[in-house]
Nanobody, 124 residues
Framework: QVQLVESGGGLVQAGGSLRLSCAAS????????MAWFRQAPGKEREFVAA????????NYADSVKGRFTISRDNPKKTVYLQMNSLTLEDTAVYYC?????????????????WGQGTQVTVSS
């Protein structure tokens, strides 16, 4: 079992940057693949990025490639999402997710554990 707590969301102007953090509990963080998803009002939850146990493999949604970077610090039991060049379309609640199987798939149903989410609002 792992518990996830996101932080770092907020209000930012278009073109700006934010860094989200997801702190995990438990002793085996390094054996969980981690991911970020987001959900805008009235829309389904969508994949943003994922990272493997060691951080050696990552996967990004096409909409964020080149702008967002996922990373992890296993000793700190934390995964990050650096978001640059933010646009209005990035406004959403961002969720951290984890699973034991070491794959970086985008399928929302593959992910076993979820945080409560953090709001990101991009203004013009």
């Amino acid at each position: 079992q792992v518990q996830l707590v996101e932080s770092g969301g907020g209000l930012v102007q278009a073109g700006g940057s934010l860094r989200l953090s997801c702190a995990a509990s438990g002793r085996t963080f390094s054996t969980y693949a981690m991911a970020w998803f987001r959900q805008a009002p009235g829309k389904e939850r969508e994949f943003v990025a994922a990272i493997s146990w060691s951080g050696g493999t990552t996967n990004y949604a096409d909409s964020v490639k080149g702008r967002f970077t996922i990373s992890r610090d296993n000793p700190k039991k934390t995964v990050y999402l650096q978001m640059n060049s933010l646009t209005l379309e990035d406004t959403a609640v961002y969720y951290c997710a984890a699973k034991k199987l070491n794959t970086v798939v985008a399928d929302v149903y593959s992910w076993e554990y979820w945080g409560q989410g953090t709001q990101v609002t991009v203004s013009s």
